[in-house]
Structure formats: C-alpha cells, structure tokens
C-alpha cells in the first residue's frame, strides 16, 4: 500500500497570462513505515504537490493514486483518500478555525463518524503525544502561542488516525526542544507503520530523518533517493538552491586534504574519526 505519483504536472491559471508550470513530470512512491522528505527551495513546487497528496489539488496532468485509489475518482473515493492521508498546513492559521481547541480536536472524527467517547479519549491521548495541557481544551486556538498552534495543527489531523502524514515545514514556529520532540514523536509514528511526507528547506534535516528524498527545482523531481546517494550527487554536482550542512562542508575539506574522515552529521562522530586519524 502506498500513495503513488506518476508525471504529475500542475498548472496554475491555464490560458491567462497568470498561467505557471508548478509541477512536471514528477513521480514519487511514499510507503507506510517510511519517511520521505522533499526539499527545494521557495517556488520549488513543493507545497503544490504536497496538496495533490490528498486531493486538495488535481492533476493537470499525470496521475496520483492513494492506496490504489485515483485522486481524480468520485466523491466517496476523494472522502477515503482524505481520511487516509492528513495533510498540515506550513502556517496554522490557515488550517484552525473551531471556537475551541476541543471543537478542533473533534471536527475530523466526527466527520469520519467515530464513536464521541473514542472522540474524547483520541482527544485527550494525542493532545498528551504534542505536548498539549487539557486545560487548553475550552480555549480558543488563536489565544494560543505560535508554537500550541503549530502543535494543535497537527494534533487535528492525529486523531483522525491517518494512514499517512503530509507536513508542510512542521517545525516552523517551534523552539529546539519542540522540534526535537515533533520529531521524535513523528519517527515513532514510523515506526509504527506511517507513512510520512516531509516538506522542508531543511536539507540538514532531511538527511538526518528521511529514508528518501525528493529535490524539486523549478516544478522539476531532479533527484529522488537516498540521503546518502543525495550527498554523493551534492558533492559531486551541486544542486541550485541546496547547500551542503556546515558539518560536511568540513568534511569535504578534510577529505580534500588528505584525512580519511567519514561523510557524517554527527559533529562528534567526526571529532573522534579525525582525532583517530590525526594520531595514526
């Protein structure tokens, strides 16, 4: 099971001068289980297509499919396409707008018509996994700080219980401990069988979590893969928009001069290589 891509091109405004090529020929597969990031800079293409994973947008051209479902079916297959697939939004503001935080909570359940009391309990569980107090629950969501928002955005479309995670930059707005718990919470979610998409300019990021990656440049897929065999691409033939982590970018110039250092993240990782190497 798997959402799949296939030359999927978007065009915004067709036949105005307003007309904009956002996406061509892009092909993706995203498993459940697995991480996949796609990354490019401002303009890439990479929130059009992130919104064509659950049908918000449709294809001018190509195909995507949902667990073998088109996006272009009817409207009972576009209803099961949006329950299997959650999609968060780059800024909050643009996903709330319940009176209150339960209402919000509530509002994707209900609409899938699960039991209230299993409501309440998903409620109550996923706010817990986001690091949301309950006191929260008769608030308002726009009283809310930047980052309980951005939480809250994505607590949502949790309690739904999707088959996969679309997130659009979900640590913007969040403060080091913040993202590091998203993140540890979004691995575990994994590996539990989700299936999530990544959308960020974090190439840093992307390497660390993704299990595959997509580079967009200009509507264009101009790399899909691993995140090794994306360092090996950027070392070797830089992509526009993407620049190597500082880290390797030492790395790169320790190689350069001779030192037998591995290509990693991990600053100490490279400290002790470097060390063993210099005394050998």
Same mark, same amino acid.
């Given at each position: 099971?798997?959402?799949?891509?296939?030359?999927?091109?978007?065009?915004?405004?067709?036949?105005?001068?307003?007309?904009?090529?956002?996406?061509?020929?892009?092909?993706?597969? @995203?498993?459940?289980?697995?991480? @996949?990031?796609?990354?490019?800079?401002?303009?890439?293409?990479?929130?059009?297509?992130?919104?064509?994973?659950?049908?918000?947008?449709?294809?001018?051209?190509?195909?995507?499919?949902?667990?073998?479902?088109?996006?272009? *079916?009817?409207?009972?297959?576009?209803?099961?396409?949006?329950?299997?697939?959650?999609?968060?939004?780059? %800024?909050?503001?643009?996903?709330?707008?319940?009176?209150?935080v339960r209402e919000e909570m509530a509002f994707g359940p209900r609409n899938w018509e699960f039991p209230e009391e299993e409501i309440t309990n998903s409620t109550r569980k996923v706010m817990d996994l986001l690091g949301l107090p309950h006191e929260l629950l008769d608030r308002s969501p726009f009283?809310?700080?930047?980052?309980?928002?951005?939480?809250?955005?994505? *607590?949502?479309?949790?309690?739904?219980?999707?088959? %996969?995670?679309?997130?659009?930059?979900?640590?913007?707005?969040?403060?080091?401990?913040?993202?590091?718990?998203?993140?540890?919470?979004?691995?575990?979610?994994?590996?539990?069988?989700?299936?999530? @998409?990544?959308?960020?300019?974090?190439?840093?990021?992307?390497?660390?979590?993704?299990?595959?990656?997509?580079?967009?440049?200009?509507?264009?897929?101009?790399?899909?893969?691993?995140?090794?065999?994306?360092?090996?691409?950027?070392?070797?033939?830089?992509?526009?928009?993407?620049?190597?982590?500082?880290?390797?970018?030492?790395?790169?110039?320790?190689?350069?001069?001779?030192?037998?250092?591995?290509?990693?993240?991990?600053?100490?990782?490279?400290?002790?290589?470097?060390?063993?190497?210099?005394?050998?």
């Open positions: 099971m798997s959402i799949k891509v296939d030359s999927l091109c978007h065009v915004y405004h067709p036949g105005t001068p307003l007309e904009t090529q956002a996406l061509s020929g892009v092909d993706l597969i @995203v498993e459940r289980g697995k991480w @996949v990031a796609v990354v490019g800079q401002t303009g890439s293409g990479k929130s059009t297509l992130a919104q064509h994973l659950n049908a918000l947008l449709l294809p001018s051209s190509g195909r995507v499919e949902v667990d073998g479902i088109p996006t272009t *079916a009817g409207a009972s297959e576009l209803r099961e396409i949006r329950r299997k697939v959650g999609l968060v939004f780059q %800024y909050p503001e643009h996903q709330l707008f319940a009176e209150t009283e809310l700080s930047g980052g309980q928002k951005r939480r809250l955005s994505i *607590a949502s479309v949790l309690v739904s219980r999707p088959d %996969y995670l679309v997130l659009d930059e979900p640590t913007a707005g969040l403060d080091a401990r913040g993202r590091n718990e998203l993140l540890c919470l979004l691995k575990g979610l994994v590996k539990e069988g989700l299936g999530v @998409v990544h959308v960020t300019h974090d190439l840093e990021l992307a390497l660390t979590m993704a299990d595959r990656i997509l580079v967009l440049e200009k509507g264009k897929a101009v790399f899909c893969g691993t995140p090794g065999s994306l360092l090996e691409e950027l070392l070797e033939r830089p992509i526009r928009g993407l620049c190597l982590p500082p880290v390797l970018e030492l790395v790169s110039g320790l190689r350069s001069y001779g030192y037998s250092v591995p290509y990693t993240l991990d600053s100490e990782e490279l400290a002790d290589c470097l060390e063993r190497e210099i005394r050998s």
